[in-house]
C-alpha cells in the first residue's frame, strides 16, 4: 500500500487536489505538498573530486596472520572474513560524466572490522600529481572545466591543466602514469589499487613497520585502447559502471589480493635512497617485494545507488588500532578534508549513523543531536569525566589511571616531533624526473606508443604554445625519445633536456601480461544470422560459459534467431568496443556497413577473432585472416577450439597486429 511519509495510505497520487476537476488546486493538499517538498531536496552536492563512482558489497579473507607487523585484528585473524564495501570513482568528472574519461580512478575500500571502521582511499595509481596537500585545491581548479564556459567535462586535455602541470614538475612522474593505459582501464575489475602513502603498522609489542598497500587484481592489469575510450563515453557513458554490476550479477565475482609492502622503520624513514614521505615516489617491488596476505572479493551489487554509493563517506583518518599514520605531507592534510567536505555534502555532522557508514563494532560515544540525529540516547550524562551515569561510557586511561579491560584502545605511536616552524619542502622531495624515466623504462614498445599518443592528444588541444612547450621541455628531463617524439608529433622541435642515465627500470610497472590470464566476467560478442549452425554456437556459448566469460549473441534482428536462439543485441545497437572478443557463426550477418565496422574495428583494436564455416572467408575478404596473431578459424568449432579462443581472450590484445 502506498503511504505518505506519516504512514497515511493514499488514495490517489496522480490527481492533486482541486476545486472543481478544472479549478485551482488546494493548499490543504497535505499528500502533494508533501511529495514535492520531499523531491525538491531529493539531489545533494556531487563530491568535489571524485563525483562519478560506482561500488560494491564483499569480504576480504586473510591468509595468514600479519601479528608479527601488526595488531589489528582484521589483519591476524584468518578465521572470519571481514566485510567490505569498495566505492572506484574517476577524479575530474562531474556525477553524470562518462566512466571511461583519461583520468585517475579511485579505490576507497571500507573494512569494517570488530575494532571499528578501516578505510583505505587509495587510487589505481601508486604516486600522486603534488606533494603537499595545500596544492590540491589549485591541481584540481586548473584539472576541473575552465570557470568561464565550463568546459571541458571530465577531462584533462584542456589549457588550465598543463599550464599548472607544467609549472609543476612534481606532477611529472604521475602525469606518466595518467598518460599511460593505467588512466583508460578495461574495467574496475582490471586495475591494481594503491594506498599511496606510506603508513606505519605497529604491533602487540608496539613495534613498528613502515608499510605501502597494494591490491593486485585476479583478472589482470588491462586497458581499453583510447579510441574506445572515446567511443565508449558516447555509446555507454556507464561502461565501467554496467561492467561492474553485470560481472557481479553473472556470478563472476572480481577479486584483488592484498599486498603488503614492509617497510623497515627508520628514523630518517628513507628506503634506498627513496624517501618515504613524498607520495610523488614508489618504492620499486624488485627492492622491497610485495607480501600478498589475503583476498577481497566483491559478491553483491548494493541495492540503493544513494543510500550506499552516494552516501557512503570514506576518510583516511579511520583507523583501526594496529595501522597508524606517518608525516607524509599530502596525507596529512587529507586528514582534515575528508571530513570537513562530508559536513557540507551529507548535511551535518551524523553521517556516521548513515546505514552503509555505520561501523559494525559496538558505537559508544558521547557525540549528542545535529542535523538528522537517528539515535534517540539514553540517560543524563553524554560527558567525561562523569558521576551521575556511573562515570560510562570510559576511555581507557581516565584520569592518569588505566581502567580495567581497556585493552583494545587505539593508540597513536609515540614518536618524537623535532623542528622550526617552516614553509618548506625537504630537500629530498627535489628529484621530479628520475622516477618518471624509471616507469618510461619499464614500459614495452606498445605501451610507450600509447603514452607518446596522449601526451600528443592532450597537449594538442592547448592553444598557448608557452605552456606546450614548457610541458616538452619537462619531457627532455624524463627521456630523450618520449620527447623527441611528442614534440615531432606537435611539430615542434624537441628541446634538450638531462634525463636520469641510471633510473633503471622495474618489470612490475608494466600492464603487458606473460601469460594468458582468466577470463572470468569477460564480453564475447557472437555475431550470428539466419541460417546459423545451432549446435556450433552451442559449442562456444557452453566454453565461454565454462571459463565463467559472458557471451552475447548478436543479431541482424531482436528476438529469436531462427524462431529458437535468443538474441541478445543486435548489430545495430552495440558496437565492438563494448566487448572483449568477437565470434563470426556466419558470413549472412556480415552483410552491410555496420557489421563490417564491427569486425574491422575488433581487428584494429587487436582484439580476438574467431570464425568457421562461411564466415572465414567473409573475413578474409575484410583483409582478417587466418594466421593473424589473434584470429581463430575452424571449419567447425570443437572443444579444442573453444580452449584455444579461452587462450587467445585471455591474452587481452594480440599487440603484433
Ligand atoms: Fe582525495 N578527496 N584528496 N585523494 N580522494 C576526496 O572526500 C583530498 C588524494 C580519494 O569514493 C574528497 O568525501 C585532498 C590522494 C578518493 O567517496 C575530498 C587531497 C588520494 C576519493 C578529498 C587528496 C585520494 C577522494 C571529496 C590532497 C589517493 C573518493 C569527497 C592531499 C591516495 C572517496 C570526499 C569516495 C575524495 C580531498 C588527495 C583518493 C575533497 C585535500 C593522494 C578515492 O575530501
Redesign the pocket.
Known sequence: QLTTAQGVRVEDTDNTLRAGSRGPALLEDFHFREKIMHFDHERIPE????AR?TAAHGEFVLYESMSDVTCARFLCDTATPTPVFL?F?TVVGSRGSADTARDVR???TRFYTPEGNFDL???NIPV?F?QD?IK?PDLVHAAKPEPDREIPQAQTAHSTFWDFVSLQPESTHMLMWTMSDRAIPRSYRTMEG????TFRLVNEAGETTLVKFHWKPAAGIHGLVWEEAQKLGGIDPDFHRRDLAEAIEAGAFPEWELGLQLLPDSDDQFFEGIDLLD?TKIVPEELAPVRLVGKLTLNRNPSNFFAETEQ????PGHLVRGIDLTDDP??Q??LF??L???LT?LGGPNFSQLPINRPHAEVNDNHRDGFGQQAIHEGRAPYVPNSIGGGCPFAAIVAGETVPESDGAYVHVPRAVDGPKVRERPASFDDHYSQATLFWNSLSDVERDHVVGAFSFELSKVAESEIVDRMVGNLANVATELCGRVAGNLGLRAPKGSPATDAGSSPALTMMPTAPGPIAGRVVAVLAAPGVDERALGVIQKGLDAAGAMGFVVAPHAGKLDGSIEVHKTVWNCESVEFDAVVVANAAVMNGPKAELFLLEAYRHCKTIAAWGDAVAALADLGIVDGAPGVLVTKAPTKGFVTALCEAIGWHRHWDR
Open positions: 563530491r568535489a573530486v571524485h563512482g566505492r570513482s579511485g579505490f576507497s582511499v587509495g587510487n600522486f603534488i596537500s590540491f594503491f594506498g599511496v602513502h607520495a557512503v563517506a570514506y576518510h599530502l596525507l592534510g587529507r578534508s575528508y570537513d567536505t562530508q555534502r
